[in-house]
């Protein structure tokens, strides 16, 4: 799909708020109320947008630890890849898996718990029980300096 000015600045719009109303959205892009929501339409079915969520205060929730393991796999086939990923699947403390290269791990998870207590019960009862599991690698986090769900759009040129 090729994106237009119009495209571009509904996305930025939609990124910092996607609570918006599409009269509102319509309004601050500088388009009537339909052909905006038909942009909207179009953007979500070529997979553009693809879904829209309520962002939580951690902290406020008394979710007061954010740690990212760094975690290596005794064996790298697809079976091991394939069997840590569907647990962790499960784990609703962990916000994000990624497979990763560059270090001496194979995953970088980023888990949100309560307290160390909760940390602790988490990596020694769930995590490393994980079959494959050979070695974790946590750091935790002091300070959130940037945390932003806005992907960048300016390299996107339009005619």
Do not use: W
Request: proline share 3%; net charge negative.
């Amino acid at each position: 799909m090729h994106l237009d000015k119009l495209d571009k600045r509904i996305l930025q719009e939609l990124q910092r708020n996607g609570a918006i109303t599409n009269l509102e959205l319509a309004d601050k892009i500088g388009l009537s109320a339909s052909p905006c929501a038909r942009r909207v339409k179009q953007l979500e079915e070529a997979g553009i947008i693809k879904r829209q969520v309520t962002l939580l205060n951690a902290s406020k929730l008394d979710l007061k630890l954010t740690a990212l393991i760094q975690i290596s796999m005794d064996r790298h086939t697809p079976d091991r890849f394939e069997v840590f990923e569907q647990k962790v699947r499960g784990f609703p403390e962990v916000i994000e898996c990624l497979l990763i290269t560059g270090q001496s791990a194979d995953y970088q998870l980023k888990v949100v718990v309560p307290d160390m207590e909760y940390y602790q019960e988490l990596l020694l009862n769930k995590i490393t029980r994980i079959e494959g599991v050979s070695d974790v690698h946590s750091s935790f986090m002091l300070r959130e300096v940037i945390n932003t769900t806005e992907l960048p759009l300016d390299h996107i040129k339009h005619g």
